[in-house]
């Protein structure tokens, strides 16, 4: 399955690559075409699971609207587990919610984010099949001489990964503010957990897979900055 997807995935890096070294007169000193194809190439993965991400997005939201009245029911029926369960089960069903809906969503998305982490682990397998094609490309990212091996500096993109997954992390937490305190604190500690290990991770992995860490984080925040504002407005208007 990873290998199917990843040569999908690999594809459409490569397309990206030959429309940009096509349109573009000549490759910039400082960002190769490859590194430019890598960021339009991580924004297009994120348009193709942004549906996904809706949906996800809004089962949280749901979840979290409905979280007091799954409090009294839990409060009410704490020493009856069984009616407490048929109690859910039509509450669930009056607001026409499936608790297993994030849960799903994240599954469906797992493989295609693990293709995409494979072809920017090995784009010579993936994408770019020709080995003398891939040694010949430029590389460069800035202050990167080759994005297929480690960012030198550790201020570099190991940091900015960390950085917006923490950022990432706080936008998607503050979209629900009703949730149970214990699963806050749980979220709170993966805040400060998570950016930790991703940047760590990001040390050892070759700098485009950093690369598109950094970018499809960048998106998921202004696109959860939108759906805040959004559900804000919608809140008001009420």
């Known amino acids: 399955m990873i290998d199917f997807l990843g ?6 890096l490569r397309y990206v690559y030959t ?20 960021i339009i190439t991580s924004v297009i993965f994120k348009l193709i699971l942004l549906p996904l991400s809706l949906n996800q997005v809004k089962s949280s939201r749901k979840m979290s609207e409905l979280q007091p009245l799954i409090k ?6 704490k020493n009856d587990p069984k009616t407490m369960q048929i109690k859910m089960q039509e509450l669930y069903k009056e ?4 608790p297993a809906s994030g849960c799903l969503v994240l599954i469906i998305q797992m493989p295609i984010i693990l293709a995409f982490f494979a072809v920017f682990r090995d784009p010579s397998m993936y994408a770019f099949t020709d080995p003398e094609m891939y040694q010949s490309m430029a590389k460069n990212f800035f202050w990167i001489k080759d994005l297929g091996l480690q960012d030198p500096y550790l201020w570099g993109l190991p940091l900015l990964a960390g950085i917006t997954t923490y950022l990432q992390s706080v936008t998607m937490m503050s979209a629900n503010p009703n949730a149970d305190p214990s699963t806050q604190s749980t979220q709170r500690i993966m805040n400060i957990v998570l950016p930790f290990m991703i940047f760590f991770a990001a040390r050892g992995f070759a700098a485009g897979l950093a690369l598109y860490w950094v970018i499809s984080n960048i998106f998921s925040i202004v696109q959860q900055l939108i759906v805040n504002r959004s559900v804000k407005k919608s809140v008001e208007a009420k």
């Not at 040569?7 to 459409?12: D, F, H, K, R």
């Not at 940009?20 to 590194?35: C, F, R, T």
């Not at 009294?72 to 029926?77: E, L």
Request: charged share 10%; net charge neutral.
């Open 7 to 12: 040569n999908i995935m690999g594809s459409i």
């Open 19 to 38: 429309f940009v070294s096509s349109v573009l007169p000549s490759e910039p000193s400082i960002i190769s075409y490859y590194a430019i194809s890598i």
């Open 72 to 77: 009294d029911i839990q409060t009410k029926y």
């Open 95 to 98: 607001h026409k919610y499936n």
